[in-house]
């Protein structure tokens, strides 16, 4: 038998034996086992010890029991920093007649080392409270003062000299291998635009990464702070640092606090986000704004994409969990893109054309996609004259006084979106230049306005609204004639710079039309460089 044999066969001998109540000196009245990929955590009572696997991965390495040792000290030295109450120490483990006994690191009977914890109650993680309708956004804000703090005293990591390079790096590698994983076309194409987005961003904010590296901001920080990871009993406590690989915890704090911005996105938690990034620079932390946190929360939704798809190839195709981890992973894609959309903030994108021309359903998909709100110049108009979005409105109402009205009114709810950190899609004709300066007079400094002008042949706008016709949930009141009147009489946008205005076919699928308005928006970051 080699040393790698041997070293297996006797972690499996103390993983048995510790999963028995005999081991331990306060006498559990049973033992629970939790496994991880990497590890076992036995619950034993009030206490709780992680064996390491005899590892060697691509980014650990747990293969020797001195070097697992080495990582059990390193785990409680971390983790202390954040939950000293939490982690008691390192001990041996040495095997006996009767099993195994727990003994000093030191004991040179020791075969195996282990992680002693004090056990902490579950139903306190930031996951449980969110997920039992308990949390609250005093909790949230806690924690994020709490990271502030933690972030503050971290040791600042050595300058590599490539932040730039470095981020690059992350992303690329983690695209090619969710690209390697990925199982239909669709899935692919937005892929391959979340990496074209996520070069001109880096491309663009360049200065952004090597300012914050030269002004230490690049911390030791905890590298995976998930909900479950997070306490919020009588005190906050943060637990599972990544101890294995110092380059994961190695990481601008703006990074780590994303992770945590990410997963409570993706477990429906959302609305908590705002406390806990308020909370964290109220506290005196530097997370930079809030596109810098996006574009990290962006990558860590990919990153927990490639390992679901990860998970669905290790299934058979037709289980049911195959069909659980794929359809995560498209779920945590799309959650990507949404951070993607907020990483182009301050934005409002104005989605105009002629009636029937296709935009109120570009503006939907875009909205729908990015989480901006969708703001449609036919619901104003008939909040403002006092009639349900599904009724006529009269004449009157498509009148010059009415349309100025509408337009300024488009102009002021867009600018209030944008104000507070958040995008706004405004879906209206835009058809006379008096109609966008009077929006362009509301709507004011609030932030950067692309145009998408959406275009289709006459045959296309006449089918399209003699279909919309018939109808009853429509909300246009535009009917064929007038759909072909008003392509007549349209302004063109010559006032617009060519950077902020794009012409788009719509007559072909609504993801090729979504894809044209993504590139314009990447080539609008690489003209800022």
Not at 146 to 167: E, I, Y
Not at 458 to 473: I, K, M, N, T, Y
Not at 515 to 527: M, Q, T, V
Request: net charge neutral; glycine share 6%.
């Amino acid at each position: 038998m080699d040393e790698i044999e041997l070293e297996d066969v006797r972690t499996e001998q103390v993983r048995a034996a510790l999963a028995r109540p005999t081991a331990y000196a306060h006498h559990p009245t049973s033992v629970e086992i939790r496994e991880t990929h990497i590890s076992w955590v036995f619950l034993a009572g009030e206490r709780a010890f992680k064996l390491k696997k005899p590892l060697v991965l691509d980014f650990l390495d747990y293969g020797s029991a001195e070097r697992r040792r080495e990582m059990c000290h390193e785990e409680v030295r971390l983790n202390r920093r954040l939950a000293p109450d939490v982690y008691l120490g390192v001990r041996g483990v040495m095997l006996t007649e009767q099993g195994a006994e727990l003994t000093a690191d030191d004991d040179a009977r020791a075969v195996e080392f282990v992680v002693e914890m004090r056990r902490y109650d579950e139903r306190e993680t930031l996951a449980a409270m969110l997920e039992c309708g308990e949390l609250q956004a005093g909790q949230v804000a806690a924690v994020g003062r709490a990271l502030a703090s933690f972030h503050d005293s971290a040791a600042r990591a050595p300058a590599n000299g490539a932040p730039v390079l470095t981020a690059e790096r992350r992303f690329d590698e983690n695209l090619h291998e969710l690209l390697a994983d990925v199982e239909q076309r669709g899935e692919i194409e937005r892929i391959q635009a979340l990496e074209r987005f996520a070069h001109a961003f880096i491309t663009a904010h360049a200065a952004t990464f090597r300012r914050r590296a030269d002004e230490g901001w690049i911390r030791e920080g905890h590298g995976d702070l998930r909900a479950e990871h997070v306490l919020v009993g009588r005190a906050v406590r943060v637990v599972d640092c990544v101890e294995f690989d110092r380059s994961l915890r190695e990481l601008d704090v703006a990074d780590d606090l994303a992770f945590l911005v990410f997963d409570l996105a993706a477990r429906g938690g959302e609305r908590f986000i705002d406390a806990l990034v308020r909370a964290y620079r109220g506290a005196g932390g530097e997370p930079g704004p809030d596109w810098l946190i996006a574009f990290y929360a962006t990558y860590r939704a990919l990153v927990r994409a490639k390992v679901a798809l990860i998970r669905a190839r290790q299934m058979p195709t037709t289980s049911a969990a195959h069909g659980r981890q794929s359809a995560a992973a498209r779920d945590l894609i799309a959650l990507a893109e949404r951070f993607a959309w907020r990483s182009r903030l301050p934005l409002a994108i104005v989605v105009c054309g002629a009636p029937a021309s296709g935009k109120s359903y570009l503006a939907r998909a875009i909205s729908q996609r990015s989480g901006f709100a969708h703001l449609s110049s036919d619901i104003t108009r008939k909040r403002l004259v006092g009639v349900q979005p599904n009724q006529r409105a009269d004449e009157r109402a498509y009148g010059n006084e009415w349309n100025l009205r509408t337009y300024a009114e488009l102009g002021r709810r867009a600018a209030g979106e944008v104000r507070v950190g958040r995008g706004a899609i405004i879906d209206a004709t835009f058809r006379h230049r008096v109609d966008r300066q009077t929006f362009a007079d509301a709507f004011g400094e609030a932030g950067p306005v692309l145009f998408i002008e959406c275009q289709a042949p006459r045959s296309v706008l006449a089918q399209r609204a003699e279909r919309r016709a018939h109808d009853s949930a429509r909300v246009s009141d535009a009917d064929v004639g007038v759909v072909l009147r008003e392509q007549g009489v349209w302004e063109p946008l010559e006032e617009v710079p060519a950077r902020a205005h794009i012409a788009i076919r719509t007559d072909r699928d609504v993801e090729q039309v979504v894809g044209d308005a993504l590139a314009l928006l990447d080539r609008r970051l690489l003209d800022r460089t």
